[in-house]
Nanobody, 115 residues
Framework: QVQLVESGGGLVQAGGSLRLSCAAS????????MGWYRQAPGKQRDLVAT???????RYADSVKGRFTISRDSSKNTLDLEMNSLKPEDTAVYYC?????????WGQGTQVTVSS
């Protein structure tokens, strides 16, 4: 199994920046793909960005050019740099990992962007 712990959420004004981090309990070299998803109140959980073990990235159209996903294998962490934040980015952000043909999720971290 994989345990994932997110950190870095908080309250920020529109136009500001935040950096989320996700610590994995397992070596990232054994994890095929990791990603960030988000869920706003009353809405479904949506993809934000993913990154494979080979470094290939994918972003939701709504965050392209503003968010950057990265992974640090030496620290077993997955990061999400978020710039030019908008009120519509407000959500609980979840880290996930594809490992052993299963998806594993963290507990989430709240990001609130005020206008």
């Amino acid at each position: 199994q994989v345990q994932l712990v997110e950190s870095g959420g908080g309250l920020v004004q529109a136009g500001g920046s935040l950096r989320l981090s996700c610590a994995a309990s397992r070596s990232m070299s054994s994890i095929n793909r990791m990603g960030w998803y988000r869920q706003a109140p009353g809405k479904q959980r949506d993809l934000v960005a993913t990154i494979t073990s080979g470094g290939s990235t994918r972003y939701a159209d709504s965050v392209k050019g503003r968010f950057t996903i990265s992974r640090d294998s030496s620290k077993n962490t997955l990061d999400l740099e978020m710039n030019s934040l908008k009120p519509e980015d407000t959500a609980v952000y979840y880290c996930n990992a594809l490992y052993s043909l299963q998806l594993w999720w963290g507990q989430g971290t709240q990001v609130t962007v005020s206008s």
